[in-house]
């Protein structure tokens, strides 16, 4: 089997070596997160979009503290530093954990991390574009003659984000099951055994993280769960074939 690197760091050197990547990540996310700020208006109505697409004609967002809309702007941009930042601090992160991995763990990093981004980044476009201009139409149909809505951009915005990052999570499912078999908590097997206990759980999700009762809405989140998971069955039969071969080669 091959060893890993066999030169030892001593733990001040981790330490070092963990305090630079820290820093420089935590300096790439401040130089994105001001950047951002200079377009916290533009960053806003993007996000705010699902929203404003279906409010009544002559609705507007208001803010009820004097700091709110203010640190709203803050939080919008520090997110969207986040995101833009992200490559660099998942290089950084990379660059820390790499000298302790095996030559063959190695070379998959980059192609997980890339999926796993790619992943995040659909469950968040499916959830902008698909769900949330649904949810939001559905809570505004209250509307009455005498009962208008009086939205707060900070109560919409950490619900959107809320939201946003539930679908995100939710679509790195084929990841985590892929890494659940490579260390063999699970089996192609077993999850073909279990899937009609995922469908309910699916479903069950569905129903407690999204914010409407109605039916649709939940099943735009709980239909790709249980695509997501159909192909996790899938990816973890490649990590079992990936594994016996590697297993084979080191025989």
Same mark, same amino acid.
């Given at each position: 089997?091959?060893?890993?690197?066999?030169?030892?760091?001593?733990? &001040?050197?981790?330490?070092?070596?963990?305090? @630079?990547?820290?820093?420089?990540?935590?300096?790439?996310?401040?130089?994105?997160?001001?950047?951002?700020?200079?377009?916290?208006?533009?960053?806003?109505?993007?996000?705010?979009?699902? *929203?404003?697409?279906?409010?009544?004609? +002559?609705?507007?967002?208001?803010?009820?503290?004097?700091?709110?809309? %203010?640190?709203?702007?803050?939080?919008?941009?520090?997110?969207?530093?986040?995101?833009?930042?992200?490559?660099?601090?998942?290089?950084?992160?990379?660059?820390?954990?790499?000298? +302790?991995?095996?030559?063959?763990?190695?070379?998959?990093?980059?192609? %997980?991390? &890339?999926?796993?981004?790619?992943?995040?980044? +659909?469950?968040?476009?499916?959830?902008?574009?698909?769900?949330?201009?649904?949810?939001? #139409?559905?809570?505004?149909?209250?509307?009455?003659?005498? *009962? #208008?809505?009086?939205?707060?951009?900070?109560?919409?915005?950490?619900?959107?984000?809320?939201?946003?990052?539930?679908?995100?999570?939710?679509?790195?499912?084929?990841?985590?099951?892929?890494?659940?078999?490579?260390?063999? *908590?699970?089996?192609?097997?077993?999850?073909?055994?279990?899937?009609?206990?995922?469908?309910?759980?699916? %479903?069950?999700?569905?129903?407690?993280?999204?914010?409407?009762?109605?039916?649709?809405?939940?099943?735009?989140?709980?239909?790709?769960?249980?695509? *997501?998971?159909?192909?996790?069955?899938?990816?973890?039969?490649?990590?079992?074939?990936? @594994?016996?071969?590697?297993?084979?080669?080191?025989?």
């Amino acid at each position: 089997m091959t060893e890993p690197n066999e030169d030892k760091m001593p733990l &001040t050197s981790h330490l070092e070596e963990l305090r @630079k990547r820290l820093v420089r990540s935590l300096a790439a996310v401040g130089i994105a997160f001001m950047a951002c700020f200079f377009f916290k208006e533009d960053l806003f109505r993007i996000v705010a979009q699902p *929203l404003v697409s279906v409010m009544p004609a +002559g609705s507007h967002l208001i803010y009820t503290g004097l700091p709110e809309a %203010f640190f709203t702007y803050i939080k919008v941009s520090f997110y969207a530093g986040l995101f833009v930042a992200s490559p660099f601090v998942l290089y950084q992160v990379w660059k820390f954990i790499s000298p +302790g991995l095996y030559p063959g763990e190695r070379k998959f990093v980059v192609p %997980f991390v &890339t999926v796993s981004t790619l992943l995040f980044a +659909g469950g968040v476009s499916f959830g902008y574009f698909l769900v949330l201009p649904s949810a939001y #139409k559905f809570f505004l149909e209250f509307t009455t003659d005498f *009962l #208008k809505p009086m939205l707060s951009m900070r109560e919409y915005l950490t619900l959107t984000l809320k939201l946003l990052l539930a679908f995100g999570v939710i679509f790195e499912i084929p990841v985590f099951l892929f890494f659940m078999t490579k260390i063999g *908590l699970v089996t192609p097997r077993k999850l073909a055994r279990m899937r009609r206990y995922a469908i309910v759980v699916c %479903f069950i999700v569905a129903a407690l993280i999204t914010p409407t009762p109605d039916a649709f809405t939940q099943c735009m989140m709980a239909i790709p769960m249980i695509v *997501l998971y159909e192909v996790g069955i899938v990816v973890s039969k490649l990590a079992v074939r990936r @594994k016996d071969a590697d297993d084979r080669e080191t025989s």
